[in-house]
């Protein structure tokens, strides 16, 4: 048995993959064009309804499983459909197996299966002495490569054309010319006689109805038509979250599955089968259909309150489409079997920790997979609980426990960041720290300049800078946050004026500390649940309308997870606290006024573009609001492709896995040097961070600030 793959060797085949230039620009190419095509599909729909009433459909479906099933088997016996049910992949293979040898089936067609694919069902039958082809045009070709799918929809997007050109002409013995109209005529010609020589078709299908015994397949080749009628035997193999109640919620889904998938309205074929073809077969043949159900995990998971959202995914793969990391590295490096946010997840129940062990690591957290799933699947939330699992079961790692004991005695935490301001000075320079250090400074984190911690807090500052108000219209507390703190209080300085102007009465509680979310990142809950206590108590006595932050990081999280994490016995003044939380520039376009916000005020005509923070637009589903106080200021808003594209960062990952985290970065940074911007404005200090410190390092003529630093 193979050794499991170590975390550097996983590495280093992501940074391979990373020095792929046509994967690069194929994953690029396509994540833009998805953007349009998708917008445009869903055009004049209610997109949150339709995703809404999938998310209903699969869940309710879910739950009623074993009904479903066994109203299904009575409608099929009755078509003429022998049904099975494999607990595992391999039981799964083996009925298979045994349909070939009771039928005679030596040579077998197959139409593109995830299912399948999840079995490692080519390898177990071609073991088997069977021959195996299949028919998709881009499953053929990553077969023929032996590799496997590295999209769901589309599952040879990592190759050229020349890349095509080439293994044609090594499977013809003839030269073919880089042609895609030519290639496709290869393949039909290869794939002809196939058809007509197969004993077995095997097909997945991607609606299971119940009430009909019928089956229902989408394509865009029109392949899996031949496989279910020319072939003497035809095996659809599914898992039991296929299962359907009715046509109807099969015709919806598939409303929403071309649409999420690629951009299409439809898929170019529809097939719906009840019961074996009535095409004929040679001479002394017989029909016959056989339906193949894969629990594999999925009964188990069904009964899991946190875990089964994951059986309402309906393949499209636009959680791959989205992605930040899939668009660098492509499926085989974020995936197993199945790739995108779902692979992360569903390797873990499917395929073992082994191979999900390393692959669930490489997500930002960015939150762009759940905007855009088909079926409201919480992607990063359950992504988070694999590596929680994960982490469970192999031991936190040392920085984590470290962090652990550190964030729940805040005199401590603070201590060693002021210490850190004095021992770094050797080291720094001009705001920032130089590249020569051990860890997380080393020669791979070199793509950014890091900054230094502040030898004088803001903290230190704050009752100097307080202004004082006399009639305030407005009470409000201050969440700086680690970094603004430590490292950046220039930002919460530069708020101060804004303050004023919205005649604020501003406190800032000394007892205030980390709000938690790098511990809860880290899988460390028992930190996370201290610190929100600790956080919950230093605001609690206050009289408040709001608690005002600046980092759209703690915001999100103080608003969404402080009041699960402090619990039954502090829930009265989790939910009072959480309520109160708002992000600076929501706060400041409340409490505008279109007189305080005269363009004679700001530096008019600057060109300024906008980098969204994942929390905030995600996490909070803000998008307007900085834009226009910006704009009110006098400013010059200047859209850009990737606004709301992840900087990269991303906590901890930029550490993890700073290769992949340096190309999100420089993609980044290219478009918005290509807008002309002036200034590259943000909401939150971990992407100043990551922003600046990769401004800085390129040498690029493009200021990063905070939105307060450019309102002051």
């Given at each position: 048995?193979?050794?499991?793959?170590?975390?550097?060797?996983?590495?280093?085949?992501?940074?391979?993959?990373?020095?792929?230039?046509?994967?690069?620009?194929?994953?690029?190419?396509?994540?833009?064009?998805?953007?349009?095509?998708?917008?445009?599909?869903?055009?004049?729909?209610?997109?949150?309804?339709?995703?809404?009433?999938?998310?209903?459909?699969?869940?309710?479906?879910?739950?009623?499983?074993?009904?479903?099933?066994?109203?299904?088997?009575?409608?099929?016996?009755?078509?003429?459909?022998?049904?099975?049910?494999?607990?595992?992949?391999?039981?799964?293979?083996?009925?298979?197996e045994?349909?070939?040898?009771?039928?005679?089936?030596?040579?077998?067609?197959?139409?593109?299966?995830?299912?399948?694919?999840?079995?490692?069902?080519?390898?177990?039958?071609?073991?088997?002495?069977l021959?195996?082809?299949?028919?998709?045009?881009?499953e053929?070709?990553?077969?023929?490569?032996?590799?496997?799918?590295?999209?769901?929809?589309?599952?040879?997007i990592?190759?050229?054309?020349?890349?095509?050109?080439?293994?044609?002409?090594?499977?013809?013995?003839?030269?073919?010319?880089?042609?895609?109209?030519?290639?496709?005529?290869?393949?039909?010609?290869?794939?002809r006689?196939?058809?007509?020589?197969?004993?077995?078709?095997?097909?997945?299908?991607?609606?299971?109805?119940?009430?009909?015994?019928?089956?229902?397949?989408?394509?865009?080749?029109?392949?899996?038509?031949l496989?279910?009628?020319?072939?003497?035997?035809?095996?659809?193999?599914?898992?039991?979250?296929?299962?359907?109640?009715?046509?109807?919620?099969?015709?919806?889904?598939?409303?929403?599955?071309?649409?999420?998938?690629?951009?299409q309205?439809?898929?170019?074929?529809?097939?719906?089968?009840?019961?074996?073809?009535?095409?004929?077969?040679?001479?002394?043949?017989?029909?016959?259909?056989?339906?193949?159900?894969?629990?594999?995990?999925?009964?188990?998971?069904?009964?899991?309150?946190?875990?089964?959202?994951?059986?309402?995914?309906?393949?499209?793969g636009?959680?791959?489409?989205?992605?930040?990391?899939?668009?660098?590295?492509?499926?085989?490096?974020?995936?197993?079997?199945?790739?995108?946010?779902?692979?992360?997840?569903?390797?873990?129940?499917?395929?073992?920790?082994?191979?999900?062990?390393?692959?669930?690591?490489?997500?930002?957290?960015?939150?762009?997979?759940?905007?855009?799933?088909?079926?409201?699947?919480?992607?990063?939330?359950?992504?988070?609980?694999?590596?929680?699992?994960?982490?469970?079961?192999?031991?936190?790692?040392?920085?984590?426990?470290?962090?652990?004991?550190?964030?729940?005695?805040?005199?401590?935490?603070?201590?060693?960041?002021?210490?850190?301001?004095?021992?770094?000075?050797?080291?720094?320079?001009?705001?920032?720290?130089?590249?020569?250090?051990?860890?997380?400074?080393?020669k791979?984190q070199?793509?950014?300049?890091?900054?230094?911690?502040?030898?004088?807090?803001?903290?230190?500052?704050?009752?100097?800078?307080?202004?004082?108000?006399?009639?305030?219209t407005?009470?409000?507390?201050?969440?700086?946050?680690?970094?603004?703190?430590?490292?950046?209080?220039?930002?919460?300085?530069?708020?101060?004026?804004?303050?004023?102007?919205?005649?604020?009465?501003?406190?800032?509680?000394?007892?205030?500390?980390?709000?938690g979310?790098?511990?809860?990142?880290?899988?460390?809950g028992?930190?996370?649940?201290?610190?929100?206590?600790?956080?919950?108590?230093?605001?609690?006595?206050?009289?408040?309308?709001?608690?005002?932050?600046?980092?759209?990081?703690?915001?999100?999280?103080?608003?969404?997870?402080?009041?699960?994490?402090?619990?039954?016995?502090?829930?009265?003044?989790?939910?009072?606290?959480?309520?109160?939380?708002?992000?600076?520039?929501?706060?400041?376009?409340?409490?505008?006024?279109?007189?305080?916000?005269?363009?004679?005020?700001?530096?008019?005509?600057?060109?300024?573009?906008?980098?969204?923070?994942?929390?905030?637009?995600?996490?909070?589903?803000?998008?307007?609001?900085?834009?226009?106080?910006?704009?009110?200021?006098?400013?010059?808003?200047?859209?850009?492709?990737?606004?709301e594209?992840?900087?990269?960062?991303?906590?901890?990952?930029?550490?993890?896995?700073?290769?992949?985290?340096?190309?999100?970065?420089?993609?980044?940074?290219?478009?918005v040097?290509?807008?002309?911007?002036?200034?590259?404005?943000?909401?939150?200090?971990?992407?100043?961070?990551?922003?600046?410190?990769?401004?800085?390092?390129?040498?690029?003529?493009?200021?990063?600030?905070?939105?307060?630093?450019?309102?002051?």
């Amino acid at each position: 048995m193979a050794r499991p793959e170590t975390i550097k060797q996983y590495r280093k085949r992501v940074q391979e993959a990373l020095e792929n230039p046509f994967l690069r620009q194929a994953m690029d190419n396509f994540a833009v064009a998805y953007r349009t095509g998708r917008a445009n599909a869903f055009k004049g729909l209610d997109v949150q309804d339709h995703v809404r009433k999938v998310a209903d459909i699969k869940q309710s479906c879910i739950k009623q499983w074993r009904r479903l099933f066994e109203q299904f088997k009575e409608k099929a016996l009755e078509n003429n459909i022998h049904v099975h049910l494999a607990d595992t992949a391999e039981d799964a293979c083996r009925i298979i197996e045994s349909i070939a040898a009771d039928s005679g089936s030596k040579k077998i067609v197959k139409s593109k299966s995830m299912t399948a694919e999840e079995i490692h069902l080519n390898a177990w039958l071609e073991k088997e002495g069977l021959e195996v082809t299949e028919t998709d045009l881009g499953e053929w070709i990553v077969q023929l490569r032996k590799e496997g799918p590295s999209h769901m929809v589309m599952p040879a997007i990592h190759l050229s054309r020349n890349q095509v050109a080439d293994l044609f002409s090594d499977v013809t013995g003839k030269k073919q010319e880089v042609d895609i109209d030519q290639l496709v005529k290869v393949a039909r010609k290869e794939l002809r006689e196939k058809y007509f020589q197969a004993d077995m078709g095997i097909t997945g299908a991607n609606f299971v109805i119940a009430d009909t015994g019928t089956i229902g397949i989408t394509t865009n080749e029109g392949n899996a038509r031949l496989v279910t009628t020319l072939p003497g035997v035809h095996v659809a193999v599914a898992g039991i979250d296929k299962l359907l109640p009715s046509i109807s919620e099969a015709l919806f889904i598939n409303r929403v599955l071309p649409k999420n998938a690629t951009g299409q309205q439809i898929t170019s074929y529809v097939t719906w089968i009840t019961g074996p073809s009535e095409c004929t077969v040679a001479e002394g043949g017989k029909r016959e259909m056989h339906m193949v159900f894969l629990d594999n995990g999925r009964s188990k998971l069904a009964g899991d309150d946190v875990f089964s959202q994951a059986l309402s995914c309906i393949r499209c793969g636009a959680c791959a489409n989205v992605c930040p990391v899939y668009r660098m590295v492509g499926g085989h490096r974020m995936g197993h079997v199945y790739i995108g946010a779902i692979g992360l997840i569903t390797t873990y129940f499917f395929h073992g920790i082994e191979n999900a062990r390393h692959i669930a690591k490489n997500c930002t957290g960015c939150g762009a997979c759940k905007e855009v799933c088909a079926a409201g699947i919480d992607l990063p939330e359950l992504i988070k609980g694999v590596q929680d699992k994960i982490r469970d079961r192999d031991g936190h790692p040392v920085k984590g426990m470290l962090l652990k004991q550190v964030l729940k005695n805040r005199r401590m935490f603070h201590g060693l960041l002021r210490s850190a301001s004095i021992a770094q000075k050797p080291f720094s320079k001009d705001a920032f720290l130089h590249r020569h250090l051990p860890m997380i400074f080393s020669k791979e984190q070199d793509f950014r300049a890091i900054p230094a911690v502040v030898s004088r807090p803001f903290r230190d500052r704050f009752e100097k800078i307080v202004p004082a108000v006399e009639s305030p219209t407005v009470k409000i507390a201050l969440f700086s946050g680690c970094l603004q703190d430590f490292v950046y209080p220039e930002h919460l300085e530069a708020a101060m004026a804004s303050f004023e102007r919205a005649g604020a009465d501003v406190k800032f509680p000394m007892d205030q500390t980390c709000c938690g979310l790098p511990a809860l990142m880290m899988g460390e809950g028992e930190a996370a649940r201290s610190v929100a206590v600790q956080n919950i108590m230093a605001f609690k006595e206050l009289d408040l309308d709001y608690i005002v932050t600046l980092c759209a990081s703690c915001a999100s999280h103080l608003t969404h997870k402080v009041p699960k994490l402090a619990g039954e016995r502090f829930k009265e003044e989790a939910l009072a606290f959480s309520e109160k939380v708002i992000p600076y520039s929501v706060f400041l376009d409340r409490m505008s006024d279109e007189a305080e916000y005269d363009v004679s005020a700001g530096q008019t005509g600057q060109k300024v573009a906008w980098h969204a923070p994942c929390h905030l637009i995600r996490g909070l589903g803000i998008s307007r609001e900085p834009k226009d106080v910006i704009s009110r200021r006098g400013f010059r808003y200047v859209a850009t492709c990737e606004e709301e594209t992840c900087c990269g960062l991303a906590g901890s990952y930029s550490v993890d896995f700073p290769l992949v985290s340096k190309e999100i970065l420089a993609k980044k940074l290219a478009d918005v040097e290509q807008s002309g911007a002036d200034i590259l404005a943000t909401e939150c200090p971990g992407c100043v961070l990551q922003l600046r410190g990769g401004a800085v390092r390129q040498g690029l003529d493009i200021r990063v600030l905070h939105v307060s630093e450019v309102l002051s």
